[in-house]
T-cell receptor, first 110, second 118 residues
Framework: QQPVQSPQAVILREGEDAVINCSSS?????VHWYRQKHGEAPVFLMI?????EQKGHEKISASFNEKKQQSSLYLTASQLSYSGTYFC???????????FGAGTTVTVRA | GAVVSQHPSWVICKSGTSVKIECRSL??????MFWYRQFPKQSLMLMAT?????????EQGVEKDKFLINHASLTLSTLTVTSAHPEDSSFYIC??????????????FGDGTRLSIL
């Protein structure tokens, strides 16, 4: 089942922060985050494996609440290069594949 | 970083033609490759999981006879769209991974193939 992402879109000015949420209706083994720029393929950002785990990539970090079956991606002090569509991909315990959310389009303006 | 090469980048062909798309992992051996389809401004929809040396596992609703997948080696998987029709027009993306982090592992995507059937 496809995870639910929110918001669908967000517009930021450089330096502002944003949070993207991803929730699943089933128990999760891991959560992946990817960013796709227009006309390009998605790029892997990070994977979270444990409940409560937090990771970071540049000033982008994420958390994973295993009990709530939710993950959040934090964009801190956003840069123009952060613009793109962010997808979460969820993996169930026996899935061996990812289900992707609908995506969140982030636009960072100068 | 890991590199996945996908060819061709775009294809325009007549209805009824079969089209083959290649996905290669250039600097690692990919035990598993995935094929996705993406419509404009939409998410990645998994079509099938391709495992080296075994039959592909197709998602519900994906026609096996229409979308033929072959994973002959640890570095190459191919997707053939047989007798393509306009409704098959889409952006097709492959990804390759190896286990180690999670069951599936981080996905490394090819650049995608834009398929337009006239």
């Amino acid at each position: 089942q496809q995870p639910v992402q929110s918001p669908q879109a967000v517009i930021l000015r450089e330096g502002e922060d944003a949070v993207i949420n991803c929730s699943s209706s089933k128990a999760l083994y891991s959560v992946h985050w990817y960013r796709q720029k227009h006309g390009e393929a998605p790029v892997f950002l990070m994977i979270l494996l444990k409940g409560g785990e937090q990771k970071g990539h540049e000033k982008i970090s994420a958390s994973f609440n295993e009990k709530k079956q939710q993950s959040s991606l934090y964009l801190t002090a956003s840069q123009l290069s952060y613009s793109g569509t962010y997808f979460c991909g969820t993996e169930g315990a026996n899935d061996y594949k990812l289900s992707f959310g609908a995506g969140t389009t982030v636009t960072v303006r100068a | 970083g890991a590199v996945v090469s996908q060819h061709p980048s775009w294809v325009i062909c007549k209805s009824g033609t079969s089209v083959k798309i290649e996905c290669r992992s250039l600097d690692f051996q990919a035990t598993t490759m995935f094929w996705y389809r993406q419509f404009p401004k939409q998410s990645l929809m998994l079509m099938a999981t391709s495992n080296e040396g075994s039959k592909a596992t197709y998602e519900q609703g994906v026609e096996k006879d229409k979308f033929l997948i072959n994973h002959a080696s640890l570095t190459l998987s191919t997707l053939t769209v047989t007798s393509a029709h306009p409704e098959d027009s889409s952006f097709y993306i492959c990804s390759a991974s190896w286990p180690g982090q999670g069951l599936v592992g981080p996905q490394h995507f090819g650049d995608g193939t834009r398929l337009s059937i006239l």
